[in-house]
């Protein structure tokens, strides 16, 4: 039977990001809290990475269904306060993001990083040029590098 803390989280970092399936939900900061309520009750708090993010309801099933596998009731509160930050995504999560193509965010606030070079998460280069504001998730926008001519997508900070 799962007791602790520690375990709980250990089981929830076997889901991937629905929309980024190279980190799970644990290193992204999307679970906030995991308690054993009774014996064979758990609660599981997350919180959006954005208040519309379209893959919450999918990560709520999956928490679930992990659980329910291993003859445990899983409760999963969503909270939206406080609100979710780049800041708590790990800097495991952040190397696992750049190796898979995607240039993680900076840690600190949005403001600070507006107009710092993007850099390339295959050549490194700070040559880049930013394509579109939105990339293929609202979290993402579009850059490209000037110097290895690449496409990629920067996790935006927030």
């Known amino acids: 039977m799962v007791k602790i803390e520690q375990d709980l989280f250990e089981i929830l970092?076997?889901?991937?990001?629905?929309?980024i399936p190279v980190i799970?939900?644990?290193?992204?900061?999307i679970v906030r809290e995991a308690k054993t309520v009774y014996d064979n009750e758990i609660e599981i708090v997350i919180t959006p990475t954005y208040s519309a993010c379209p893959a919450m309801f999918n990560i709520e099933e999956d928490i679930i269904k992990l659980?329910?596998?291993?003859?445990i009731t899983a409760k999963v509160i969503t909270k939206i306060s406080p609100i979710w930050t780049t800041d708590w995504i790990t800097d495991e999560a952040r190397e696992k993001?750049?190796?898979y193509g995607i240039t993680p965010p900076e840690k600190g606030s949005h403001e600070d990083h507006i107009n710092v070079p993007k850099k390339c998460p295959r050549c490194g280069s700070?040559?880049?040029?930013?394509?579109?504001r939105f990339g293929s998730t609202l979290c993402k926008a579009s850059y490209q590098c000037n110097d290895c001519l690449e496409p990629f997508d920067y996790?935006?900070?927030h």
């Open 24 to 29: 799970n939900i644990v290193e992204l900061g």
């Open 67 to 71: 659980f329910k596998e291993k003859g």
């Open 13 to 19: 970092s076997q889901i991937p990001d629905p929309e």
């Open 155 to 157: 996790f935006k900070c």
């Open 97 to 99: 993001l750049r190796v």
């Open 126 to 132: 700070e040559n880049t040029k930013q394509i579109s």
